[in-house]
């Protein structure tokens, strides 16, 4: 029997029932109150996406995990700052095993996924940054549905100084507009905030060309070891947009494309670098105006008759 103290006045339950998977739900004057007791129901944290965001906050993350319900108030806790959350249930593809054996094929079912969806808060005050100085900056995330009994998995999110991140270098400077040319990226702060959800990868450091769609790559690959170095595929530049004729296609055969980093895998305010280093390529050659008098030429001798000798 539970007793619950509500405005000065005990209210005793009225009687318990046993819910589906070993849940146990007390009936009070006010609703029922849902108590996850066994082991196997407890609410537990798996995996966030990404590992981390900029000091502002405002990152979308994704918590994965087990016994995710709504039982009055989902929260997130980042460190000792607690943000609203909701829970998303989808239902994803999945396989099973076909009991008929092995020699069979898998059967596809559809199973509903929950995960939890909530925003960081931004980490200045001195309870989430004990040295204003820092750079970088890693607090435990947690989950509660109820918004006062929290876990206790200690997944870390790592916060980081947006300001200091820098693109400095790119090898080769240029490449074709339909895409797959090997970049190197040289520059300062470089990190990598790949993780997953529901056990499917998902990729945190990605390259920007302009408003393409962002590419996955890779940190710290190059030759000489460079911990602050990124690798990736240029993509197809589909917002190239041509001029007809021959001299159209001459003047935008060429055209420059900002560079930028996102290590966390969103193209939000705050995540991608103020990059100065744009992909240079050689300016296109200028189109004569009318008035434009034209550059002086060699003057070219044409051949003559030469007359011949009289006898």
């Known amino acids: 029997m539970l007793a619950r103290l509500r405005t000065g006045v005990l209210l005793l339950t009225l009687g318990l029932a046993r819910a589906e998977h070993g849940d146990t739900i007390v009936h009070t004057h006010d609703g029922p109150y849902n108590s996850l007791h066994r082991r ?9 996406f990404p590992l981390g965001g900029p000091f502002v906050g405002n990152t979308a993350i994704t918590v994965s995990g087990n016994n995710f319900r709504d039982v009055g108030d989902v929260k997130c806790r980042f460190g000792v700052d607690e943000v609203q959350a909701r829970l998303v249930t989808v239902a994803e593809p999945r396989l099973k095993t076909n009991p008929r054996g092995s020699y069979f094929p898998d059967i596809p079912i559809e199973v509903n996924v929950t995960t939890l969806e909530c925003s960081s808060p931004g980490c200045r005050s001195p309870s989430c940054l004990p040295d204003a100085a820092a750079v970088e900056h890693a607090v435990p995330v ?5 918004g006062v009994t929290f876990t206790g998995t200690g997944l870390q999110f790592n916060y980081y100084d947006q300001t200091t991140i820098h693109v400095s270098v790119l090898t080769p400077r240029g490449g074709p507009r339909y895409g ?6 040289h520059g300062v702060g470089f990190r990598d905030l790949t993780s997953g959800v529901n056990g499917v990868v998902k990729q945190g450091i990605k390259c920007k060309f302009g408003q393409n769609d962002m590419v996955n790559a890779t940190k710290g690959l190059s030759h000489e070891g460079d911990p602050f170095s990124a690798r990736c595929h240029s993509p197809v530049d589909t917002l190239f947009v041509g001029t007809p004729g021959l001299q159209g296609r001459l003047n935008q055969s060429l055209r420059d494309l900002p560079l930028e980093l996102t290590f966390n895998g ?3 305010e705050g995540t991608i670098t ?12 200028p189109t004569p105006t ?13 051949p003559t008759t030469r007359r011949a000798r009289s006898t």
């Open 274 to 285: 103020a990059s100065s280093s744009p992909t240079p390529t050689p300016a296109p050659t």
């Open 40 to 48: 196997d129901t407890a609410v537990r944290v798996r995996q966030i």
């Open 142 to 146: 947690e989950v509660s549905m109820n």
């Open 180 to 185: 797959g040319t090997k970049l190197l990226v």
């Open 266 to 268: 969103y193209d939000t």
């Open 290 to 302: 009318p008035n434009q008098a034209p550059s002086p030429r060699r003057a070219c001798r044409t």
